[in-house]
């Protein structure tokens, strides 16, 4: 069967696969028969409530087994889902909800308060799918969907030009901006990384990430695609590092994919010493350098398998990787990589043109796997676009990343930190990423976050980090190691220690928050 939608993965994979298990979550699980009926079954409710093609379906859950038949029956529904973050501010999900014009929201009973109060705003619903309350507006229960009749259902057409899905950033700076892709950029993603990750139907993926960050894409596109099974960590596994790597061994997890973070607090936590993880093949990260000091420790640890630098912005899904083994040719930058097929990409300058080789510059990608543009905002789109006239009436357009990279001599790609993390500070052009790559490398620093904040009218660099809790590391220990190995209008002002950072949905630091957070303490 060619494929050419999303939805074309479940139907493929239930007459391939239909024994196989699809999803698991928790004690839950479904196979690839079960989940083409759950989510065709889902789709006729959505249509017969008035769901057409191209409109938009909130999904409202935490992690749960209903979020891969939420996902699919709204797709084949001919519908574009909008994961929305449950954790995330009453005031934030309705503008989302009223900016997208979202009259339907798939959620559950889990999530019955904060339902109620979310319509306790002016919203746009018309009702909502999962829940067995009464609301204001009209609502029906997953046992209602689940006893639906198909015998008259007709699949609603689709072709791979059409909106499949929204999501929007996590919001930790600025606005939140929609991404919208669709079905032809999806499906090049899950073909993409299938292909370079050679997922097989024995395949056991665990999907750490939330529906609303973008590489939960892999679990949910990838891995089905290929006829593997998605292992959605719980909301608990998640928050307890010993009980996630009990999991992953219990699990006989073949591919992780995930952000740093996850990795590291199960690594400090001391639980992987305790466990066989032998069934690892690929281990997955991306969203969040990954400091090699750690990394040394899991090639050591997990020696079978091959680890994999993922990098890509959700508005082109994934572009490059870095597959490797050993580190023993890397002293500062691990590699991005190089861009995968059906993708190209150029460095430039501030003015445009491409550099030379070698040098640095701003990283553009032109994919098979590009967003359409960010929802109801024309200007941004456009702003975010490089357009390369080839002939007239002929251009090619590629999405500009905003990060700062150049080619090593191997020609791979280092990312070198963001267009927009660059700061001048009297009079000198400083990377904040540099000085945050250069803390990470003590061994007692567990994570760091750099900002430049004003103290009595004067701009100063303050580093806030997280310290090894078994590590006797003092702050006038990382100020010397600081004046050590940075230039002197680099090093810190201050140095301060947190318990804890505040992070957004998807595990990234939340600097917007460490700022306040800090400013009493300045």
Same mark, same amino acid.
């Given at each position: ?29 479904? $196979?690839? =028969? &079960?989940?083409?009926?759950? /989510?065709?079954? #889902?789709?006729?409710? %959505?249509?017969?409530? !008035? *769901? ?55 959620? $559950?009973? =889990? &999530?019955?308060?904060?339902? /109620?109060?979310? #319509?306790?705003?002016? %919203?746009?619903?018309? !009702? *909502? ?55 032809? $950029? ?9 292909? #370079? ?326």
């Amino acid at each position: 069967m060619e494929l050419f939608t999303l939805t074309d993965i479940i139907k493929n994979s239930a007459d391939l696969y239909p024994s196989n298990e699809a999803f698991k979550c928790g004690d839950t699980a479904v $196979s690839y =028969k &079960q989940l083409d009926v759950k /989510t065709s079954q #889902l789709a006729k409710c %959505l249509v017969d409530s !008035g *769901i057409k093609k191209g409109d938009r379906v909130g999904i409202y859950l935490n992690r749960c087994i209903e979020t891969a038949i939420a996902i699919y029956g709204i797709l084949k529904a001919g519908g574009a889902y909008v994961p929305l973050d449950f954790t995330a501010p009453h005031q934030r999900t309705r503008f989302l909800i009223n900016n997208c014009g979202i009259e339907f929201l798939v959620t $559950s009973n =889990k &999530q019955k308060r904060k339902i /109620t109060a979310l #319509l306790d705003g002016s %919203l746009s619903l018309k !009702g *909502i799918i999962g829940l067995s309350h009464d609301m204001p507006v009209k609502t029906l229960s997953w046992d209602f969907v689940f006893n639906m009749n198909l015998e008259n259902y007709q699949a609603t057409k689709i072709i791979e030009d059409d909106l499949a899905y929204v999501m929007f950033t996590s919001g930790s700076t600025g606005a939140p901006k929609g991404i919208m892709h669709t079905h032809r $950029s999806g499906l090049n993603y899950a073909k993409l990384s299938a292909d #370079l990750y050679r997922v097989n139907p024995n395949d056991r993926v665990g999907n750490h990430a939330p529906i609303n960050f973008d590489i939960s894409t892999f679990g949910y596109f990838s891995a089905p695609l290929s006829g593997a099974s998605t292992v959605i960590i719980t909301d608990a596994h998640t928050k307890f590092p010993v009980s996630l790597a009990n999991l992953m061994a219990q699990e006989k997890l073949t591919i992780w994919y995930s952000v740093p973070l996850a990795l590291v607090q199960m690594l400090l936590s001391g639980a992987l010493d305790k466990i066989n993880l032998n069934s690892l093949k690929w281990v997955l990260f991306g969203g969040e350098v990954f400091g090699l000091k750690y990394l040394k420790q899991f090639l050591e640890k997990w020696p079978n398998a091959t680890f994999s630098n993922v990098y890509g912005p959700a508005e082109v899904n994934q572009c490059t990787y870095h597959n490797f083994n050993s580190l023993s040719e890397i002293n500062s930058h691990l590699p991005i990589g190089k861009v995968w097929d059906n993708t190209e990409f150029k460095i430039l300058d501030e003015d445009d043109k491409e550099v030379i080789k070698g040098a640095q510059g701003q990283l553009v990608i032109r994919s098979g796997t590009m967003m359409k543009g960010y929802w109801n905002n024309q200007n941004l789109t456009q702003a975010s676009l490089y357009t390369e006239t080839i002939a007239p009436k002929l251009n090619h357009t590629y999405y500009r990343t905003g990060d700062l990279v150049k080619l090593n001599k191997n020609g791979e790609l280092l990312f070198l930190g963001r267009k927009d993390n660059q700061i001048k500070l009297r009079g000198f052009r400083i990377e904040i990423d540099e000085i945050e790559n250069t803390l990470l490398k003590h061994n007692g620093v567990v994570e760091v976050a750099v900002m430049l904040q004003n103290i009595n009218e004067e701009k100063v660099l303050i580093a806030t980090l997280l310290i090894d809790e078994n590590s006797n590391t003092t702050t006038e220990d990382l100020m010397k190691h600081c004046k050590n190995n940075l230039p002197v209008y680099a090093v810190p002002s201050r140095i301060l220690v947190l318990k804890s950072f505040p992070r957004t949905s998807s595990g990234k630091v939340n600097k917007n928050e460490i700022e306040k957070t800090i400013k009493p303490l300045l």
